[in-house]
């Protein structure tokens, strides 16, 4: 409405001029006798060209009725790898594997948002996020739907529950090694939790400048080799992506998953940092002493993302990892 008071005032003031004072065929408009000819509109810009996505998306839909967001990078023709990220964190989480050249020429590679993060669906209520098989048919749901043949799964952090989850519900059969990254494989010992972990709690609290003081703080405990400005601005929008409800339903589930670590005869890389603040190093070694023939790689002054902190050697040991498998 200012705009068209604007643009109305603009045309009685040009109006008001003397016919000497515009140019000329203005000024021939005006003079008596000939008829103002309107000016043909200007043509409207072009749409800007939507930029090229470094990724190629799928919408995923589960057995329970959700939307899942996954992104498909690299070769498609290569051997593939799902990544499966951790608590209040994303597909993005994985930026330095899913972007790295060399990964990308080689490998298929595919990150998803878990439900309730991320730009996949967030549902009301504990039981879409409390029932193991709804995690597990999940991750079935995004290898079937977008083709992955045998792929290794990357779990880090609560990732490590999923994967739990999908051995328990789908077995090993269906993939061709896993790489725990930080992950959490047991919650029986209460001493393989660092202080970190007490900090999930309040990123939940209803009042929003508990929640993102919590969440900031978070954050900073998942890095001994902190993110740049930058990243962690970036970390944190993703991070704040999860709501309040989502958060809260996540806890209070058991995670046991012993039996069928020691059944897998696949192999198993266990990715650790000796600084992790929020799974102590000692899941790691936990995780490792089950599994048959598992790999420990335990990263010296990381914290609990290896796999940003160092990525250059997480990188090397993943490619290995998925070219042993394939052997």
């Not at 003079?31 to 409207?44: C, E, N, S, T």
Request: with cysteine; charged share 20%.
């Amino acid at each position: 409405m200012t705009e068209r008071r604007r643009l109305l005032s603009a045309g009685l003031a040009a109006a008001a001029l003397p016919a000497a004072t515009l140019p000329g065929d203005v000024a021939l408009a005006q003079a008596p006798g000939l008829q103002q000819q309107a000016a043909p509109p200007a043509a409207a810009p072009a749409p800007a060209a939507a930029p090229a996505l470094p990724y190629r998306a799928h919408r995923i839909r589960t057995p329970d009725g959700l939307t899942i967001a996954a992104y498909e990078y690299g070769n498609p023709a290569g051997p593939a790898i799902l990544f499966i990220h951790g608590f209040a964190q994303a597909a993005l989480s994985w930026d330095r594997q899913t972007r790295d050249a060399e990964l990308a020429r080689e490998f298929r590679m595919v990150a998803y948002d878990l439900r309730g993060h991320g730009m996949s669906d967030k549902p009301v209520g504990n039981e879409h996020y409390r029932t193991a098989r709804f995690w597990a048919d999940e991750v079935k749901a995004v290898i079937e739907q977008i083709g992955l043949r045998r792929p290794t799964l990357v779990g880090w952090s609560m990732g490590g529950r999923v994967m739990g989850d999908y051995l328990i519900e789908h077995g090993h059969s269906g993939i061709a090694a896993m790489n725990w990254v930080a992950a959490v494989s047991s919650s029986a010992d209460a001493r393989r939790w660092g202080r970190g972990a007490r900090l999930i709690g309040p990123m939940g609290s209803a009042d929003p400048a508990t929640m993102i003081r919590s969440t900031v703080a978070f954050l900073r405990e998942c890095f001994e080799v902190q993110p740049s400005a930058s990243d962690f601005e970036t970390m944190l929008a993703f991070n704040m992506m999860i709501p309040a409800h989502a958060r809260n339903s996540l806890g209070g589930r058991a995670a046991d998953y012993e039996r069928e670590l020691r059944a897998l005869d696949i192999p198993v890389l266990v990715t650790h940092g000796a600084l992790d603040r929020v799974v102590d190093a000692s899941m790691g070694r936990y995780t490792a002493s089950v599994v048959p023939n598992a790999r420990l790689s335990e990263y010296a002054n990381i914290g609990h993302a290896p796999f940003w902190e160092d990525a250059p050697r997480f990188n090397r040991e993943l490619a290995e990892l998925v070219r042993g498998a394939r052997r």
